[in-house]
C-alpha cells in the first residue's frame, strides 16, 4: 500500500524554525519529484517546493525561497522540509505528495494535479 506521512508540525514562534518529515511506505520515494503544499484556511492548496527524483533540481515559490530547504535520504525514504525564519503567513497544513511518474519539478512553480499520492498534512502553526 503506498503511504506518504508528514511529521515534524508544531507551534513555533515568529523567527523560529521547524523540520518536516515526509516518509514513504509501498514505494520508493526516489524514483518520484516530491512535492510540498500548504493550505490555510479559506485559501487553495499552495505549491511550496518540490526536488526532482533525476538530478535532484529543485524549486522554491517565491515566499519561501531564502528561507526553507528541501532535501531528500533516499536511504531512509524520506524528503524533508527545512522551514526558517517562519513567519505568521507560515501558518498552513503542510502537506507532501509524490509526482505522477516521470515528472519533472518545474521552474515554473508545482501544481496539485501534478501529483498522485498525498499524505494526510501536518499543522504549522506560527504565532507568538
Known amino acids: 500500500q503506498v503511504q506518504l506521512v508528514e511529521s515534524g508540525g508544531g507551534l513555533v514562534q515568529p523567527g523560529g524554525s521547524l523540520r518536516l518529515s515526509c516518509a514513504a511506505s509501498?514505494?520508493?520515494?526516489?524514483?518520484?519529484?516530491i512535492g510540498w503544499f500548504r493550505q490555510a484556511p479559506g485559501k487553495e492548496r499552495e505549491g511550496v517546493s518540490c526536488?526532482?527524483?533525476?538530478?535532484?533540481?529543485?524549486y522554491y515559490a517565491d515566499s519561501v525561497k531564502g528561507r526553507f530547504t528541501i532535501s531528500r535520504d533516499n536511504a531512509k525514504n524520506t524528503v524533508y522540509l527545512q522551514m526558517n525564519s517562519l513567519k505568521p503567513e507560515d501558518t498552513a497544513v503542510y502537506y507532501c505528495?509524490?509526482?505522477?511518474?516521470?515528472?519533472?519539478?518545474?521552474?515554473?512553480?508545482?501544481?496539485?494535479?501534478?501529483?498522485?499520492?498525498w499524505g494526510q498534512g501536518t499543522q504549522v502553526t506560527v504565532s507568538s
Open positions: 526536488i526532482s527524483s533525476s538530478d535532484g533540481h529543485t
Open positions: 509501498g514505494f520508493t520515494l526516489d524514483y518520484y519529484a
Open positions: 505528495a509524490a509526482g505522477h511518474r516521470g515528472y519533472y519539478c518545474s521552474d515554473l512553480g508545482v501544481f496539485p494535479v501534478d501529483f498522485g499520492s
